[in-house]
């Protein structure tokens, strides 16, 4: 079946220490994006890529940062985790912007 | 910008009951509207959508929604729930003229009660 994946489901990280978030999809979309979700709260936009050409959301902290290199991967680097970036991490994929989106199960971020 | 609410952040109701879960948002123009259901540390999964056309929409797992313009409203709603259906529910707009960007409400959490 067509679908969007995570690795890791879970992701244990020290403070200040580099973690990299991985999304792959085999469904063709041109469109990715990676959420961020805090317990009991909304998903929240980071960025998306369409295609190649990558958006920032304006709020985004710079420590987040994105890859993709290809259409089916795309990477969340969190350069410096804070204990506030503990949360789900959820990654997205629609064909074109404005059509339904298909989530991954999502990356439960821990930071000690 | 466009704008939901969903002002009911905790439902619990009856096993075979009926369910409604209200949705409004704000937005100059009919945006795209979506349900999605997140099931404790899972993703999103899509209920049902609205573009154009037929203002009811019917969904999977025996949910729909009716799209109101002149409340700005697009509640779900379900005639009997099981116990499965509990879980967080998101109701998302997504601006045609502002990039198509999905907003979440807030989310409901409903409860089942056997």
């Known amino acids: 079946d067509a679908m969007v994946i995570q690795n890791p489901r879970y992701q244990v990280t020290q403070f200040g220490k580099p973690v990299t978030l991985s999304c792959s999809q085999t469904l063709n979309h041109n469109v990715m994006y990676w959420y961020q979700q805090k317990s009991s709260q909304a998903p929240k936009l980071l960025f998306h890529y369409y295609d190649k050409d990558f958006n920032n959301e304006a709020d985004t902290p710079d420590n987040f940062q994105s890859r993709r290199p290809n259409t089916s991967f795309c990477f969340l680097d969190i350069r410096s985790p804070g204990l506030g970036d503990a949360a789900m991490y959820l990654c997205?994929?629609?064909?074109?912007?404005?059509?339904?989106?298909?989530f991954g199960p999502g990356t439960r971020l821990t930071v000690l | 910008a466009q704008s939901v609410t969903q002002p009911d952040i905790h439902i619990t109701v009856s096993e075979g009951a009926s369910l409604e879960l209200r949705c409004n948002y704000s937005y100059g123009a009919t945006p795209y509207l979506f349900w999605y259901v997140q099931s404790p540390g899972q993703g999103l999964q899509l209920l049902l959508k609205?573009?154009?056309?037929?203002?009811l929409v019917q969904g999977i797992k025996g949910f729909e929604a009716e799209f109101k313009r002149s409340q700005s409203s697009f509640n779900l709603r379900k005639p009997s729930v099981h116990w499965s259906d509990a879980a967080e529910y998101f109701c998302a707009v997504a601006a045609p003229n502002a990039g198509n960007m999905l907003t979440f409400g807030g989310g409901t959490r409903l409860m089942v009660k056997p």
């Open positions: 997205a994929t629609s064909k074109n912007q404005g059509n339904e989106q298909f």
């Open positions: 609205y573009f154009s056309g037929d203002t």
